[in-house]
């Protein structure tokens, strides 16, 4: 296991650092988990951002998009389990609307 780190290092030397796609905010990292479903990262990215076009990125504003549209925005991730990636991205979204007053930043200090 001692050799990994070399390695990593190598081709971070090579081909410069790894880049994420993933969004770095708390809630934004679950909605791209809920995006998509056993899609490589150019699909989940597609997905997010075609959710940030039509419906935005703020809990309220994906409290408020009717099911449908979500359902929309996680078609475009995977057909498999639209609805309940659909449901659970609204879900989310009032819980912490609701609960962590629309931000889970504070959650990451704990």
């Given at each position: 296991m001692a050799i990994l780190p070399g390695i990593l290092r190598a081709l971070a030397r090579h081909y410069g650092p790894q880049r994420s796609l993933a969004p770095k905010d708390p809630f934004q990292l679950l909605l791209w988990e809920y995006v998509a479903y056993l899609a490589d990262d150019p699909t989940r990215a597609l997905a997010f951002t075609?959710?940030?076009?039509?419906?935005?990125?703020?809990?309220?504003?994906?409290a408020a998009a009717p099911l449908p549209v979500l359902a929309v925005v996680a078609r475009k991730g995977g057909s498999i389990a639209v609805a309940q990636r659909a449901a659970r991205m609204r879900d989310v979204?009032?819980?912490v609307r609701d609960k962590w007053r629309g931000s889970l930043r504070s959650l990451s200090r704990l």
């Open positions: 075609f959710l940030k076009t039509t419906v935005g990125l703020r809990p309220r504003e994906v979204a009032i819980r």
